[in-house]
C-alpha cells in the first residue's frame, strides 16, 4: 500500500521529485498523476493498494479522514455495545475452566496410587487371614494330640511302689503314702523272710 500527500514544486529540483514520486503509481486514465500531487489540498492524498492477487491497484485521490480516538478507558456501556456487536459473542463471553493435560496426568497418577494401595491392602489382609488359619489348624491338631494321647496306666499307689512306675510328679501326699508303703512292704517282707527260713531250718 502506498499513500502519498501532496508535493510543492518550485524548483526545478522539486518537480523532479514530484515525476519520480508519480512513476511510482499505477496510472489511473482519469487523471494525471503528475498535476494531481502539486494540486492535492488539506486532507486528501493519492492512495494504492494492492489487490487480491499482489498487484497494485491504480492510483485513487481520495479524502484522508484523521483517526478518531479518546484518552481514557472505555465506559461500561461502550465496552458492552462492542462486546455485543463482536463477531465471536455468544462463544468467549463465558469463562470455562477446562480440565488440562497436566490435571488428567496427576488424577491417573492419584488413581493409580490409590489402586497400588488397594492392592497391598488386600495381600496383607489374605496373608493374615492365612496366618490365622494355619495356626487355627495347628491347634486344632494340637488339641487332638493330646486328646488321642493315652494316658499312662496306674495300678493305684501300690503298683506304683511295687513297679516303680511313675511318668507323672508326685504330690506330696502321694511321695509320703508311698514311702510309708514301702516301708510296711520291707518289714512284711522280712517277717516272712524269716518264717520261712526258720520253718525250713525246723524240719532238718
Do not use: W
Given at each position: 500500500?502506498?499513500?502519498?500527500?501532496?508535493?510543492?514544486?518550485?524548483?526545478?529540483?522539486?518537480?523532479?521529485?514530484?515525476?519520480?514520486?508519480?512513476?511510482?503509481?499505477?496510472?489511473?486514465?482519469?487523471?494525471?498523476?503528475?498535476?494531481?500531487?502539486?494540486?492535492?489540498?488539506?486532507?486528501?492524498?493519492?492512495?494504492?493498494?494492492?489487490?487480491?492477487?499482489?498487484?497494485?491497484?491504480?492510483?485513487?485521490?481520495?479524502?484522508?479522514?484523521?483517526p478518531r480516538?479518546?484518552?481514557?478507558?472505555?465506559?461500561?456501556?461502550?465496552?458492552?455495545?462492542?462486546?455485543?456487536?463482536?463477531?465471536?459473542?455468544?462463544?468467549?463471553?463465558?469463562?470455562?475452566?477446562?480440565?488440562?493435560?497436566?490435571?488428567?496426568?496427576?488424577?491417573?497418577?492419584?488413581?493409580?496410587?490409590?489402586?497400588?494401595?488397594?492392592?497391598?491392602?488386600?495381600a496383607?489382609?489374605?496373608?493374615?487371614?492365612?496366618l490365622?488359619?494355619?495356626?487355627?489348624?495347628?491347634?486344632?491338631?494340637?488339641?487332638?494330640?493330646?486328646?488321642?494321647?493315652?494316658?499312662?496306666?496306674?495300678?493305684g499307689?501300690?503298683?506304683?511302689?511295687?513297679?516303680?512306675?511313675?511318668?507323672?510328679?508326685?504330690?506330696?501326699?502321694?511321695?509320703?503314702?508311698?514311702?510309708?508303703?514301702?516301708s510296711?512292704?520291707?518289714?512284711?517282707?522280712?517277717?516272712?523272710?524269716?518264717?520261712?527260713?526258720?520253718?525250713?531250718?525246723?524240719?532238718?
Amino acid at each position: 500500500n502506498r499513500i502519498q500527500h501532496a508535493l510543492r514544486a518550485f524548483t526545478p529540483r522539486d518537480q523532479k521529485a514530484v515525476k519520480v514520486a508519480a512513476e511510482t503509481f499505477r496510472p489511473n486514465p482519469a487523471f494525471v498523476t503528475e498535476e494531481v500531487i502539486t494540486a492535492l489540498g488539506v486532507g486528501e492524498a493519492l492512495v494504492s493498494t494492492l489487490m487480491s492477487k499482489g498487484e497494485p491497484s491504480m492510483v485513487e485521490r481520495t479524502k484522508i479522514l484523521p483517526p478518531r480516538s479518546r484518552m481514557g478507558p472505555l465506559t461500561s456501556d461502550e465496552r458492552r455495545e462492542l462486546i455485543d456487536r463482536s463477531p465471536l459473542f455468544g462463544r468467549y463471553e463465558d469463562l470455562v475452566d477446562r480440565e488440562s493435560a497436566s490435571e488428567m496426568l496427576q488424577q491417573r497418577a492419584a488413581e493409580q496410587a490409590r489402586e497400588a494401595a488397594a492392592a497391598e491392602l488386600d495381600a496383607a489382609l489374605a496373608r493374615q487371614q492365612e496366618l490365622g488359619e494355619e495356626l487355627g489348624s495347628s491347634r486344632r491338631i494340637g488339641s487332638k494330640g493330646r486328646q488321642s494321647a493315652p494316658e499312662p496306666s496306674s495300678g493305684g499307689i501300690l503298683a506304683d511302689i511295687f513297679t516303680g512306675g511313675g511318668g507323672r510328679r508326685q504330690s506330696p501326699a502321694e511321695a509320703m503314702a508311698k514311702s510309708m508303703a514301702r516301708s510296711v512292704g520291707s518289714q512284711l517282707g522280712r517277717t516272712l523272710v524269716r518264717g520261712i527260713l526258720g520253718s525250713l531250718m525246723k524240719g532238718r
